[in-house]
DNA sequence: TCACGGATTGTGACCGGTAACAATCTGGAC
DNA sequence: GTCCAGATTGTTACCGGTCACAATCCGTGA
């Protein structure tokens, strides 16, 4: 189409020439600056646009030391949680136009956190958002003190306005909830690993649930997120007579739970209820239907870069709240059954959660 | 711990002062150039690690017009490949010493995908990849003929040197194979939706290995990719009193089919056999644990880069061969059940998939 | 008619590196 | 002792924008 000779890249120094100002004056168009006269706008746009100019955002970052683009840190070992709020983020920071650098560390240390925040430092981002479900990468962050703003997703929420996340405790006693409220009186835990702040949370939500319920908390197996590690604990709930619920600390390991169980002969919902937490997109279609709490993800993803925007922009925001999930029921679930006679509660059936007391 | 008065950021030139040597000395310290003095190197060294000097990519990608740095196009709506492809692209990456630039599409289309690309070069990215798994990408992007040079992740193999794939329809022969090692006849396919490369290759494996063994194909059901349409069509599988197997192109349809049989009152795999495609890390423990094919990501995320690698040293790479895939037997396959008998078969069982003829 | 203040535009330096070329130093051959 | 090539180092310009400040233009009140 055109009939330039070299394939260079025209620079704003062209544009002045096409339009017949200075290169300033460009930069003032570019940067909509008041005090241009709508003619010399209207000229040096059309010499952009004949050029089809566009403004290296290289060298833009070298003058201003700011990049509009934001780091995000986060690991590859997340099942779930994680790669979510990470997309959900993207999608944000991408409405909100701001580019995107990733950092997934490949284990969790300090040296690679060291690694990941010198490497986006490098790249001059403007700020850093930290996924960090476990309480290790948040020390490891913590110790480097980046000298840019940041917001950390971490259910600890120890980073006051620099922390978002989701309500895990609120989930799962929403979870724990319905099973009392379904007549459970032993309600086991599977947690995921214990260094994880998540696993941390939503045991602390089952405990506090129990206690008030005046109910006994068994110390919780634990799994590694796995269906897997569900799979291999199921022959642990199936041994135990009292325990005629469970809540899982995240789908896949529910997945496991169920598959295990139907291999040790025992039935869900009849003998055993099963309440998850994710609500992954298959979770409907497990054997049977799972009951799970969904947090709201994209949610949690707005907030959190409206959050470093804030801090970008010199505000001081305050601590945001916690993000609650909602329960979704369906059919992993059911009311005891009688110990004594066959179906009691049959009349009731699954009671929907009431909100918070 | 530095006594420093202001934090600002040392430069070149400060360690330059510090080492008392030339700015320029210090730069080719710092890009290991040969003709500099071992005393010289050391006295720079000792500055730059005093300083904690660490050299700023955005100059230098302004003087040099490379960032190291590599752009990924993908888009949100892929369920499991796609995600899955773009992890491993950034770990063979970051392996590379490479840094990483994510754009997603929020939609597929022509003005997203030129919003993407401008994107990704206005940042000065050195090569981008494209995850295409639907045809429409690819054209889109090919329209925009990028300046930049760039590997595409797509089923259909068109860019020739610039493509790399799984071998989806290996993959679906050896599937379907599978299945007609076991007996079967009525050998069905619930397809993702058409306009993908993948759904499209994965239907043409299938027909191959049905018209080898002179069978029909029926045309194939198609769903979106979730579990939810895999279920849909589960009636239509039911009724058909023909069908003993079917060949699903991915796990979580293949998972809404197994829910739906079982609603249907038809066992897996004694009245249908199912295969499905991906092995998501939850197949073995699905009801039951899914018989499925999985692609190698990794390897294709380091034949990807290394293919962009090999482009940006110049260097004119031939077409790589696909990535074979391989298939996982478990226990949604079973042989055909003898229609006049009983169990016929039981002396084979599931036979290894043979090698390639 | 002239000084004055705001609107508009231009000039030169600078951000922190690299590239090209020049200058100086060194040691070995003659 | 001199000359020359190669090793080592320094000087200056440049990448493509922005910033700070100066210069010019314009209408208005005195």
Not at 85 to 101: H, K, M, N, P, V
Request: charged share 25%; with cysteine; glycine share 8%.
């Amino acid at each position: 189409m055109d009939s330039a000779g070299r394939a260079k890249v025209p620079t704003i120094r062209d544009v002045a020439r096409a339009a017949g100002v200075s290169h300033q004056t460009v930069s003032r168009v570019i940067n909509d600056h008041p005090n241009i006269s709508a003619a010399t706008r209207l000229r040096v746009e059309a010499a952009m646009e004949h050029l089809s100019f566009r403004p290296s955002r290289v060298a833009r970052a070298l003058a201003t030391s700011r990049t509009r683009t934001i780091g995000i840190i986060s690991t590859d070992n997340g099942r779930y949680g994680p790669p979510k709020t990470q997309r959900a983020i993207e999608q944000a920071a991408r409405d909100a136009g701001y580019f995107l650098s990733t950092a997934n560390l490949a284990e969790v240390g300090h040296e690679p956190m060291r690694d990941a925040v010198d490497y986006l430092q490098d790249h001059g981002i403007d700020g850093i958002v930290l996924i960090a479900p476990q309480a290790e990468m948040l020390d490891a962050f913590a110790e480097l003190a980046p000298r840019v703003p940041f917001v950390t997703v971490d259910s600890a929420g120890r980073g006051g306005g620099h922390s978002i996340a989701i309500d895990q405790a609120e989930g799962a006693r929403l979870a724990t909830r319905h099973l009392v409220s379904l007549g459970h009186r032993g309600i086991r835990h599977i947690a995921g690993p214990l260094d994880w702040l998540d696993s941390q949370a939503r045991i602390r939500g089952w405990r506090t649930v129990l206690a008030q319920a005046g109910l006994e908390a068994r110390e919780p197996l634990v799994g590694d997120w796995s269906a897997e590690s569900g799979h291999r604990v199921a022959s642990a709930i199936a041994e135990d007579p009292d325990a005629t619920a469970v809540f899982v600390s995240n789908d896949q390991m529910a997945l496991g739970l169920l598959s295990g169980l139907a291999a040790e002969r025992k039935r869900v919902p009849e003998d055993v209820s099963v309440v998850g937490f994710d609500d992954v997109p298959e979770a409907g279609y497990f054997a049977p239907p799972l009951t799970t709490v969904r947090p709201d993800f994209s949610e949690l993803g707005t907030t959190c870069l409206s959050l470093l925007l804030g801090q970008l922009s010199g505000e001081n925001s305050s601590a945001p709240r916690p993000i609650k999930p909602d329960l979704v029921i369906r059919e992993s679930t059911a009311p005891r059954a009688d110990p004594l006679a066959g179906d009691a509660f049959r009349a009731t059936g699954p009671t929907r959660p009431s909100g918070s007391p």
